[in-house]
């Protein structure tokens, strides 16, 4: 329930009364009001008086004891407002610090992390050969990948050459190819003209 409308409840209960009887009691005041006006003695009104008193001394007495729980109301919800504002500063300040601890969680967890990779590392670098030998072995690799190369360049002249002559062996094959085409072609014209002398007549 907010601020506002614990003042309205607060104001209709000064309005109201607490619940004890307060519109009663006014009723009762107009009532021996109006009796005491329209009173025929004087014992009689000063009864309605001394009625009317003692209603007004109640209606005020209730009065003050409904002020006086306002005002307490009152103090009470400045006091929880205060304790509300001062737990909602805890609860941020309560963010914050989890906030910083994933942060060193985090950044614990990544200095670990390099540390293994570091250790691993140390460990892999431990099991290797000095410089020396390593230097050693570059250069027996690179004796070994030169002789390589000559071998590839050897072997590419090959390649090279078995490729022009198998170029100029399917160039022989292709001419001979021709020449036979073309021989077999005059044997037919040949044989068609030795028909033909044969077929035709003597004169």
């Not at 109006?34 to 007004?56: A, D, F, H, P, V």
């Not at 022009?164 to 068609?192: G, M, P, R």
Request: proline share 1%; hydrophobic share 30%.
């Amino acid at each position: 329930m907010s601020l506002y409308e614990y003042e309205v409840i607060r104001k209709r209960l000064l309005i109201d009364g607490d619940g004890a009887g307060d519109d009663r009691r006014i009723n009762l005041l107009v009532k021996s009001f109006i009796k005491w006006c329209n009173s025929g003695s004087q014992e009689e009104g000063y009864s309605q008086y001394q009625r009317m008193l003692s209603t007004l001394s109640q209606c005020e007495f209730s009065m003050g004891k409904t002020l006086l729980v306002y005002d307490m109301n009152l103090r009470e919800m400045e006091n929880y407002e205060k304790i509300y504002k001062e737990i909602e500063c805890s609860i941020a300040g309560a963010h914050e610090k989890i906030a910083e601890c994933k942060k060193q969680i985090l950044q614990a967890k990544r200095i670990r992390k390099n540390r293994q990779e570091y250790d691993a590392l140390a460990k892999v670098i431990q099991h290797h050969p000095d410089r020396h030998e390593t230097l050693k072995e570059l250069e027996a690799l690179g004796k070994e990948l030169e002789h390589l190369s000559h071998i590839k360049e050897s072997v590419e002249d090959k390649l090279e050459l078995r490729r022009k002559q198998f170029h100029v062996l399917l160039s022989t094959i292709h001419e001979l190819q021709q020449t036979l085409e073309n021989d077999e072609k005059l044997s037919e014209v040949e044989e068609a003209q030795e028909t033909s002398m044969e077929t035709d007549p003597k004169p």
